[in-house]
């Protein structure tokens, strides 16, 4: 079954994926198998992932594979780890990254305010979450490995909170 790893962009999935799949796991990103099953689309000249499409048209892999993208918590799956990190990494991550101001500021606001956490657990029962912020990339793929063999215990969802961070903002 494909075990969901998810979080806002900037948050470390890509790169704990690939520390992952160099130790033998398999890993997808959402938009390789969104290319498989024929689910990308062009809006307004940029390929867009329909999840809704997608989730139709898959099956469940046998084997354990990390599927990984901000949309993987649309997708079913055995269960989802989200990945959080500080808005203010996330800002400038994206920042480096090159995306434009209201894509930054959508991405750092939606952070900030738990989105991704919310929508994941409104479509899974088994959902944990890993406050990345100060971890490594090796840490957090070893962290997504423990929840994986199902010591879960350190991951329960809704620990993070950067409700002091907006306050800041203000
Ligand atoms: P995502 O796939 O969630 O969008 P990436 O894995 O692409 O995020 O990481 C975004 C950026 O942050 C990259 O430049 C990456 O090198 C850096 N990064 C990822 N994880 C960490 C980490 N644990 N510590 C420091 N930098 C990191
Ligand atoms: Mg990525």
């Known amino acids: 079954m494909y ?23 398999a890993t997808i990103t ?8 024929d689910c990308l689309e062009e809006v307004q000249g940029e390929l867009e992932v329909d999840v809704d499409k997608l989730a139709k048209a ?15 918590h649309f997708i079913p799956g055995q ?3 989200v990945l959080r990190c500080h808005p203010d990494i996330i800002r400038k991550r994206l920042e480096t990254r090159g995306y434009d101001a209201e894509k930054i ?34 840490a957090i793929a070893a962290a997504i490995e423990r929840i994986m063999k199902g010591e879960v215990d350190d991951y329960p969802p809704g620990k993070v909170d950067w409700s ?5 903002w203000y």
Request: proline share 3%; with cysteine; hydrophobic share 45%.
């Open 30 to 37: 959402v938009e390789e198998l969104a290319r498989e099953h």
């Open 105 to 138: 500021r959508e991405n750092v606001e939606a952070e900030a305010i738990d989105l991704i956490l919310s929508e994941a657990i409104k479509v899974c029962l088994f959902v944990f979450e890993i406050d990345a912020t100060e971890l490594s990339p090796e």
């Open 164 to 168: 002091t961070v907006v306050m800041d």
């Open 79 to 81: 269960m989802n780890i």
């Open 58 to 72: 898959i099956s469940q892999p046998e084997e354990s594979v990390i599927l990984e993208g901000h949309l993987a």
């Open 3 to 25: 075990v969901i790893l998810t979080g806002t962009p900037g948050t470390g999935k890509t790169t704990a994926a690939k520390i992952l799949a160099s130790r033998g796991y």
